[in-house]
């Protein structure tokens, strides 16, 4: 109906144009026929639509025409929303069927009436104007234009310039400096630097109202440049700031196949831009606003289901809500209890933060006072805080930017301002640090002041691990309960935890009468933190607060090795296969820790409660309290203070407290002879001989007796040159003579291929568990079958 009361306010308009026009004679005749055609068209037309995609002064486009853009993917002309009668200017979709609005003209200033007009005035200023003439909206060009064009561009982006000058840098003036809600392929977001324009979406106030609403989004002229949605003036949304890729605070902000992106800033202007790979492809970016929140949409539309996809709402989750945390915490939507202080901070009110209250947000533990000792406490990603008090320099590397920061009193922060190319570049925070939040997978690393009190002992070393809250670990294991409690170390007891009622995890917690304590704890954070591997248990952060120190691990639900090859119903369990398997992934983690590992690492306590099975029974290496890392060309090494555990030491360690990656050999050699057997090697004992297992396997093996070996539990299921085989390399591992083990690599080798002919092994070291000449045969029987697994922790080397 609306449509056909604009046509025929058409023909009324040209019944008026021929009354001033012709003759009063020629007039009737004329009008007669005008009419006629007039109700022709109320009935066969419903727009009129304007077959150029230009306007010129001598052309005016009236409330029922319609002008198409260059490409005809586009439409200009006057609309009424759902539920309105007021008209306005706005651009929209020609080829999506249901009306997306995408640009409104005169939103603020609407026709009551289908009165409106389009057209270029005497000065060449773009205006709308009422039956009165009086002008409702206009581009405001601030001087005269000769010869103006206005044309509808296939971007939806409408111009007015020179007719002879086609030049984009020479517009007077274009609707894409002028956006609503919606941000299409091409368009800026941002500054003119020159001019001082801001281009920024301000979203609709409602669905029926296309005037100026509560919401906008656009970039925030801080030194760091990040982008921002706010509610009238308060932050409600910040991205992060942009580190040369990306938005900080946006992971699914990634390279595509759909689009590109980028932040361009020079002298004349920073603006962030996107741009359609496939131009079929219809793509919006738009600023919505309901009764209760803002959320910044990518939309595209789907033929298929005639409607649109939404790809992204910003917003993303409750970490996105601006400030939520308060100052020096960090959001983690992993968390039941979302906000966390950092490290070395504790809630400012902790009756608020307990009751889930996190605005007035965290404190320092200790105060810092810009006194010699102080350093910074690098943590890990995260998005990074708020750049309103930041300071950049892109030239300065990150020692650089450290050492400046270190000397002035007020900064804060830092970090790289760009991560490209491994880094580069320099950002200061000179206030509170405010609105953090944890991205493991996509976030960056902060350097935060601390006291020389907070450091602790990972100052200048490059741990990379996230940091948890005690109240976090707390809540994930149920107080440390009995219930949840898995077991106990010499590092102290281990408790099973989930995080977000999802993730299972396994804390170590250190013991305050540990015999191992903050130096193991400390290795263990600094070498499992870099180290990647198939075989080698996750660490997945730790928690240091006060006396509290724990490790926080990836759940094994199959326990320790030990758990299984010892226990005679469990060990059934393990087929041939399994046990071969085990034997091969212990194997490769050795080799990825001596060979592949970025620095050369010596594990010193390898043995079966210390590797791990996870629900598909693969090996993980675990428990690296005790390991040594070298660098460079450096096999080995000489300690006073030997560690490890009786029956897996090499005699050169134990005796000597002289270590290498031969040391680890040994050790493997043992698990490998306990695996087929499911015996342990101290502890073994035998009516025939005082030898442990390994005395054992050796006196077997040279009898040409080495089936005898095999734990009986495995019945049938294996392959007796398979088993031969890991035996033998198990006793070559053994060997007495460290320059006779072979390497991890020549381990692999030998166990993965049948064609490499392995050489003979040689006599064991420590192969007799204890004399017992001097015992009875039920005294030496009883002694010699006592099972003992001690952790050595301090022993002088002779």
């Keep these: 109906m609306k449509r056909m009361k604009r046509t025929t306010r058409v023909c009324i308009i040209l019944c008026d144009l021929e009354k001033k026009n012709e003759s009063k004679s020629k007039r009737m005749a004329g009008l007669s026929v005008l009419i006629f055609y007039c109700y022709i068209l109320i009935f066969i037309s419903q727009e009129i639509q304007i077959a150029a995609y230009t306007l010129t002064p001598s052309q005016s486009m ?156 656009g970039i925030d002229l801080n030194a760091y440049f990040e982008s921002s949605i706010r509610n009238r003036s308060n932050k409600y949304y910040r991205s992060g700031p942009w580190n040369g890729i990306r938005w900080s605070g946006a992971p699914d902000l990634k390279p595509n196949p759909i689009f590109t992106f980028e932040l361009i800033h020079n002298d004349d202007e920073i603006y962030y831009i996107y741009q359609l790979v496939d131009k079929s492809v219809i793509m919006r970016l738009v600023l919505l606003q309901t009764s209760t929140e803002g959320n910044l949409q990518r939309l595209t539309w789907v033929d298929k289901t005639n409607s649109w996809l939404r790809l992204v709402s910003i917003p993303r989750d409750r970490c996105d809500d601006y400030a939520l945390c308060g100052v020096y915490s960090s959001c983690d939507v992993t968390n039941v209890a979302v906000c966390q202080c950092l490290k070395g901070f504790k809630p400012k009110s902790p009756t608020d933060w307990y009751g889930t209250d996190w605005s007035e947000g965290c404190e320092r533990v200790v105060p810092v006072n810009c006194s010699n000792g102080e350093g910074f406490l690098k943590f890990t990603g995260v998005k990074l805080p708020d750049t309103t008090n930041s300071w950049v320099n892109i030239s300065m590397n990150l020692e650089e930017c450290r050492l400046k920061c270190l000397n002035n009193c ?13 880094g580069r570049g320099c950002v200061m925070w000179f206030a509170d640090l405010i609105d953090i939040r944890q991205l493991n997978e996509a976030g960056e690393d902060l350097y935060i002041r601390m006291a020389a009190s907070e450091l602790g002992e990972f100052e200048g070393d490059d741990v990379e691990l996230p940091f948890f809250d005690l109240v976090t670990i707390k809540l994930a294991t149920n107080n440390f309960s009995e219930e949840n409690k898995l077991g106990q170390g010499g590092f102290g007891p281990v408790y099973k935890g989930e995080l977000e009622g999802v993730k299972e995890i396994a804390v170590k917690r250190l013991s305050k009468n540990s015999v191992q304590g903050g130096k193991e704890f400390k290795n263990e954070v600094i070498l499992i933190s870099g180290l990647q591997h198939r075989n080698l248990v996750k660490l997945l952060g730790c928690c240091i607060q006060g006396e509290e120190k724990m490790l926080v691990y990836e759940y094994m639900p199959n326990k320790s090795l030990d758990s299984s090859i010892f226990d005679k119903k469990k060990s059934r369990l393990l087929d041939w296969q399994k046990r071969l398997e085990i034997i091969l992934g212990i194997a490769r983690g050795l080799l990825y820790l001596h060979h592949d590992s970025r620095l050369r690492i010596i594990h010193r306590d390898l043995k079966a409660s210390n590797i791990l099975l996870d629900s598909e029974m693969v090996p993980k290496i675990s428990d690296f309290g005790m390991a040594r890392m070298f660098g460079g060309d450096q096999m080995e090494a000489n300690t006073r203070r030997v560690v490890g555990t009786y029956g897996y030491m090499a005699p050169e360690y134990a005796v000597d407290g002289h270590f290498s990656v031969k040391s680890d050999v040994f050790s493997f050699g043992v698990l490998v002879l306990e695996i087929i057997s499911g015996k342990k090697n101290r502890g073994f004992c035998h009516p025939d001989h005082e030898h442990n297992l390994l005395g054992h396997a050796w006196r077997l093996w040279s009898e040409d007796r080495s089936m005898e070996l095999v734990d009986e539990s495995m019945s049938n299921s294996y392959v007796v040159q398979d088993v031969l085989r890991c035996i033998h390399v198990g006793l070559l591992c053994v060997q007495k003579g460290r320059e006779e083990r072979p390497t991890m690599s020549s381990v692999v080798l030998m166990l993965s291929s049948e064609s490499v002919v392995l050489p003979k092994p040689q006599r064991p070291g420590f192969y007799v568990e204890r004399s017992t000449s001097n015992k009875s045969p039920s005294n030496r029987d009883k002694e010699s079958c006592i099972s003992s697994s001690v952790t050595i922790t301090m022993m002088e080397g002779r």
């Design 62 to 217: 009236i409330d029922g025409q319609t002008i198409l853009s260059q490409g005809e993917t586009f439409e200009l002309g006057f609309f009424s929303p759902s539920n309105s009668n007021n008209r306005y200017l706005g651009i929209w979709y020609k080829t999506i069927p249901t009306q997306t609005v995408v640009w409104v003209a005169n939103r603020n200033s609407p026709l009551n009436g289908t009165s409106g007009v389009l057209k270029i005035d005497s000065i060449g200023n773009l205006v709308i104007v009422n039956q009165t003439e009086s002008v409702l909206w206009s581009s405001n060009l601030s001087r005269t234009v000769a010869n103006p064009i206005m044309e509808f561009l296939e971007s939806g982006n409408i111009v007015l310039r020179n007719v002879k000058d086609g030049n984009s840098k020479n517009y007077m003036w274009q609707s894409f400096d002028y956006p609503g809600d919606t941000l299409l392929p091409g368009m800026k977001v941002g500054w003119n630097l020159r001019t001082g324009m801001d281009r920024k979406l301000t979203s609709w106030r409602s669905f029926q109202d296309p005037s100026d609403g509560d919401y906008t989004y």
């Design 410 to 422: 007020s900064c804060m922060a830092y970090t790289n301002s760009d991560v490209t190319r491994g």
